[in-house]
């Protein structure tokens, strides 16, 4: 039987979104594991939209969160509210501002962040349930949010400043390279730091490799 994996995204475009590089080297990464998956996203309207071409924010549009994730996932999608831990062996959280604009508030709030309630018990479910997690780039932002009390080891590079928004939550930042994986095997889960730290699509796919792999043995 296939191993059963949720790709969580948070919209489409790194400025507002899931990372686009992210999303599709982690769903390459799965689909080499031959692993059964599918991608998840909140159906919520997104805190922002942005030009990607100029940067600038086009106040006047509205997007929905799940709608742009299923460009990523090429239609096939479901909305998080109807998923449980019991659904997957694993579920891995791309990185993007979707993650810090539209699953939490981070972006907005600093280290007073909080995260989106479903997200956040989805989150602690798959842990109480044992599932092995994954979080990349800023994504660790929400484990440190949901499991900072079991002092989760988590990953954002070597930014001091999201490094404490981290620690001040209870979770412990470990500084990584960005070829590189932090693994919190008693707490079930991988972070890397992908472009919070890569400079090209190359350097985040090392990382990215290496955390769908060590999620998977954790599996």
């Given at each position: 039987m296939k191993t059963k994996?949720?790709?969580?995204?948070s919209g489409c475009g790194v400025y507002d979104g899931a990372e686009i590089h992210e999303s599709v080297l982690t769903l390459l990464a799965l689909a080499r594991?031959?692993?059964?998956?599918c991608c998840i996203a909140p159906d919520i309207t997104q805190r922002h939209v942005i030009d990607h071409a100029s940067g600038n924010e086009l106040e006047d549009e509205d997007r929905n969160v799940m709608s742009e994730a299923a460009r990523i996932s090429r239609?096939?999608?479901?909305?998080?509210?109807?998923?449980?831990?019991?659904?997957?062996?694993a579920f891995i959280y791309i990185g993007g501002f979707g993650?810090?604009?539209?699953l939490?508030?981070?972006a907005f709030d600093g280290r007073d962040y909080d995260v989106d309630p479903a997200v956040l018990d989805l989150i602690q479910a798959a842990?109480?349930?044992?599932?092995?997690q994954g979080f990349m780039c800023i994504a660790?932002?929400?484990a440190a949010r949901a499991l900072g009390g079991k002092q989760v080891q988590l990953t954002i590079g070597n930014d001091p400043e999201t490094a404490a928004a981290l620690n001040d939550k209870g979770a412990k930042a470990i500084d990584c390279p960005v070829d590189s994986i932090v693994i919190d095997e008693a707490n079930r889960v991988v972070s890397t730091p992908a472009y919070m730290l890569a400079e090209?699509?190359?350097?985040?796919?090392?990382?990215i490799n290496q955390l769908v792999e060590a999620v998977l043995k954790l599996c």
């Open positions: 994996v949720a790709v969580i995204l594991a031959d692993t059964q998956v239609g096939e999608i479901l909305p998080l509210d109807n998923v449980r831990a019991a659904d997957f062996d993650v810090a604009k539209n939490s508030s981070y842990h109480e349930a044992g599932k092995a660790p932002i929400l090209s699509i190359l350097e985040a796919e090392s990382g």
